[in-house]
């Protein structure tokens, strides 16, 4: 089963202004991780944030973690033309493997 | 450190051919992982190794697909006969530990299945 599923599928912005994506998931788990995909590339770990967290930041990317609504938003802040990609979540429990959601394309325009 | 190195980086066969993919993870990391990324979704695992052992292959097609980490270092995946719907990117990972938290993809492989 689907453990994240991103919201929205798709979101195009105008560089410098700020991206948020959502994350839902369905059981309980012990992190969530954000990756990102450029075209025809693999992934990138960007952040992880653990079930006992609430808020994470690393530069311009800040992640919160709501575990009684089992939902997660990424915000990419003062966005880039380079911030253009597919970004996922991941859902890890215990020590099973990450399960991850279909995407959101983040599209920045100059 | 080199990152996780895959090979081919594309490859077009017609259905029913075999096809092989090789990758070789980070120098000193103990898990691999095979994943299976079609058009617009997000990576499915396929099969997860810890050291040359199996961890989970829950979702691997086991009729058609196969991957073997002789040695507990690189690893290649086989399909064996493709089918069309087998079109997909073909990622590896590779993680320092079992419970390694953050992994570290390759560029992918894609396929193409006439």
Redesign the interface.
């Known amino acids: 089963s689907q453990q994240g599923e991103e919201d929205p599928q798709a979101l195009s912005i105008q560089e410098g202004e700020n991206a948020t994506m959502n994350c839902s998931y369905k059981t309980s788990i012990n992190n969530l991780q954000w990756y990102r995909q450029n075209s025809g590339r693999g992934l990138v770990h960007l952040i992880l944030i653990r079930s006992n967290e609430r808020e994470k930041h690393s530069g311009r990317l800040r992640v919160t973690l709501d575990t009684s609504k089992k939902s997660s938003s990424l915000l990419i802040t003062a966005s880039r033309a380079a911030d253009t990609a597919s970004y996922f979540c991941a859902a890890r429990k215990g020590y099973s493997t990450l399960t991850f959601g279909k995407g959101t394309m983040l599209l920045v325009s100059p | 450190e080199a990152g ?1 190195a895959q090979s081919p980086r594309y490859k077009i066969i017609e259905k029913r051919q075999s096809v092989a993919f090789w990758c070789n993870p980070i120098s000193g990391h103990a898990t691999l ?1 095979w994943y299976q990324q079609i058009l ?6 396929l099969i ?1 190794f810890q050291n040359n052992g199996v961890v ?1 292959d829950s979702q691997l097609p086991k009729d058609r697909f196969s991957a073997e980490r002789l040695k507990g270092v690189d690893s290649t995946l086989k399909i064996q006969p493709a089918k069309l719907e087998d079109s997909a990117v073909y ?1 590896c ?1 590779s993680s320092r530990l ?2 390694g ?8 492989t ?1 396929l193409l299945v006439l």
């Open positions: 996780v992982y617009g979704q997000g990576p499915k695992l997860q989970d990622l990972a079992r419970d938290e953050t992994q570290y993809f390759g560029p992918g894609r």
